[in-house]
């Protein structure tokens, strides 16, 4: 069975950036949106952005602020979250899910999500 496996975690400064990827293991992720939340303890989920099947990109007020961006290199299987001017807010266990389908629609609801990793802001 397929699933989404997160990499790209660690340790990094505050101001320093970090790319996170998100593979498909043993499934095609074209064809479906791709998205990424972030939980950190005590706080809620939130959510960062979302890719759709074309490449349209939908980044949320929730997280990032402008300092994040989703990319898809189908070729790769790969999803990509860049983030850049990292602060210590950013750290969290980062996930990546995917939709029923193409569209990023409903997304945050119905995702079956990755195990996650880790991302510690820190100097």
């Known amino acids: 069975q397929g699933q989404l496996v997160e990499s790209g975690g660690g340790l990094v400064q505050p101001g320093g950036s970090l790319r996170l990827s998100c593979e498909g293991s043993g499934f095609n992720l074209h064809g479906y949106a791709i998205a990424w939340v972030r939980e950190a303890p005590g706080k809620a989920r939130e959510r960062i952005s979302c890719?759709?099947?074309?490449?349209?990109?939908?980044n949320y007020a929730d997280a990032g602020e402008g300092r994040f961006t989703i990319s898809r290199d189908d070729a790769k299987n790969t999803v990509f979250l860049q983030m850049n001017k990292m602060n210590a807010g950013d750290t969290a266990v980062y996930y990546c899910g995917v939709g029923f389908g193409g569209s990023c629609d409903n997304i945050f609801r119905y995702a079956s999500w990755g195990k996650g990793t880790q991302v510690t802001v820190s100097p």
């Open positions: 890719i759709n099947s074309r490449g349209g990109a939908t």
